[in-house]
């Protein structure tokens, strides 16, 4: 959690935009992206003694660690837009 605190203070410095990823646990291909800032409203849960931040999959953008950095950093910034619960 120290280290989302850093990059927000970060973005919000410097009017950044960050996307994390977030790979699979079991090491499959498939990951997905989420904004940094997609999670300021996320309630912190902790597993298994460790904070963690959670959101719904519709949520994030999927990819592939097959694809190329720049395909999916062009796709994230130009086509994906997450759908906000509300």
């Known amino acids: 959690m120290a280290e989302v605190q850093k990059l927000r203070t970060f973005t919000r410095l410097f009017h950044l935009t960050v996307y994390l990823a977030c790979l699979d646990p079991e090491g499959s291909k498939r990951c997905y992206w989420v ?5 300021d409203d996320v ?12 959101i ?9 660690l ?8 062009v796709r994230a910034v130009t086509l994906y837009t997450p759908q906000r619960r509300t």
């Open 43 to 54: 309630p912190a849960a902790r597993i298994s003694g460790k904070l963690t931040l959670h």
């Open 56 to 64: 719904p999959l519709d949520q994030a953008m999927p990819a592939s």
């Open 35 to 39: 904004r940094l800032d997609q999670l």
């Open 66 to 73: 097959l694809e190329s950095f720049y395909s999916v950093f």
